[in-house]
T-cell receptor, first 109, second 118 residues
Framework: DAKTTQPPSMDCAEGRAANLPCNHS???????VYWYRQIHSQGPQYIIH???NNETNEMASLIITEDRKSSTLILPHATLRDTAVYYC??????????FGTGTRLQVFP | SAVISQKPSRDICQRGTSLTIQCQVD?????MFWYRQQPGQSLTLIAT?????????ESGFVIDKFPISRPNLTFSTLTVSNMSPEDSSIYLC???????????????FGPGTRLTVL
C-alpha cells in the first residue's frame, strides 16, 4: 500500500501559487519524499524530492515539516500547462516506488 | 538524468496473443522497474527487473503472465502473455539507482506503451 495520502483534487487560478499537501506519517528515516506529475497519461515527470530540508528547483518548492510526517509541494505561479495529476511518494531511489491515487490539479484561467 | 525509450509506443492486439515491450536507457542503471496503469487509475508496480537473474514480482503478478528479461544494464523487456481485454493498459518502465557515470536520487520514467486488447 502507498505510504502517502493526498486530496483527490484541487483547483488553482492561473498565476496563483498552487499548494499541494501530502501526508506521510509512516515515512522511514532513510526515505525521501518524491513528487511526480503525470499529464495526459504520459510517463510520470519528476518534479522534486527531499529528505529533511526544504528544497527548491526551477519547477517547484518542497516544504517538509520538521517531524517529516507531511509535506507541501508549491508551484509558485501555476499555468494551464500545470494541469496534471500530482503524486507524492515516500521511498528510495534504489527501491520500488509505490504510487498512491495522487491529486488531480486543475488550473483555470 | 536518464533518457528512456519504449517500443512500441502503442499497439492493438487480439486476445490470446502476446506482446513484448522493450525499454532502452541511454546509460547504465542499477534498477529497472515495470509498472501498469489501467484506464483512469494510478500506477501499479508489476516487478523489479534484475540484471542477470529472475525478476521480483509484486503480489498479484506472476512470471507466466508477465515474463521479464534484463540482459544488461541498459535494456529490459516485458511480455504480456495470453492477453485478454483486461490487460488493456499503459505499461511503463522506470529506472533508478546509480548510473555508472554518475549518481542520482530520483527515478525516471519512460513514455509508456499504450496497449489495447480486443
Amino acid at each position: 500500500d502507498a505510504k502517502t495520502t493526498q486530496p483527490p483534487s484541487m483547483d488553482c487560478a492561473e498565476g496563483r501559487a498552487a499548494n499541494l499537501p501530502c501526508n506521510h506519517s509512516t515515512i522511514s528515516g532513510n526515505e525521501y519524499v518524491y513528487w511526480y506529475r503525470q499529464i495526459h497519461s504520459q510517463g510520470p515527470q519528476y518534479i522534486i524530492h527531499g529528505l529533511k530540508n526544504n528544497e527548491t528547483n526551477e519547477m517547484a518548492s518542497l516544504i517538509i515539516t520538521e517531524d517529516r510526517k507531511s509535506s507541501t509541494l508549491i508551484l509558485p505561479h501555476a499555468t494551464l500547462r500545470d494541469t496534471a495529476v500530482y503524486y507524492c511518494i515516500a521511498g528510495r531511489n534504489t527501491d520500488k516506488l509505490i504510487f498512491g491515487t495522487g491529486t488531480r490539479l486543475q488550473v483555470f484561467p | 538524468s536518464a533518457v528512456i525509450s519504449q517500443k512500441p509506443s502503442r499497439d492493438i492486439c487480439q486476445r490470446g496473443t502476446s506482446l513484448t515491450i522493450q525499454c532502452q536507457v541511454d546509460s547504465q542503471v542499477t534498477m529497472m522497474f515495470w509498472y501498469r496503469q489501467q484506464p483512469g487509475q494510478s500506477l501499479t508496480l508489476i516487478a523489479t527487473a534484475n540484471q542477470g537473474s529472475e525478476a521480483t514480482y509484486e503480489s498479484g503478478f506472476v512470471i507466466d503472465k508477465f515474463p521479464i528479461s534484463r540482459p544488461n544494464l541498459t535494456f529490459s523487456t516485458l511480455t504480456v502473455s495470453n492477453m485478454s481485454p483486461e490487460d488493456s493498459s499503459i505499461y511503463l518502465c522506470s529506472v533508478g539507482g546509480t548510473i555508472l557515470a554518475g549518481a542520482f536520487n530520483e527515478q525516471f520514467f519512460g513514455p509508456g506503451t499504450r496497449l489495447t486488447v480486443l
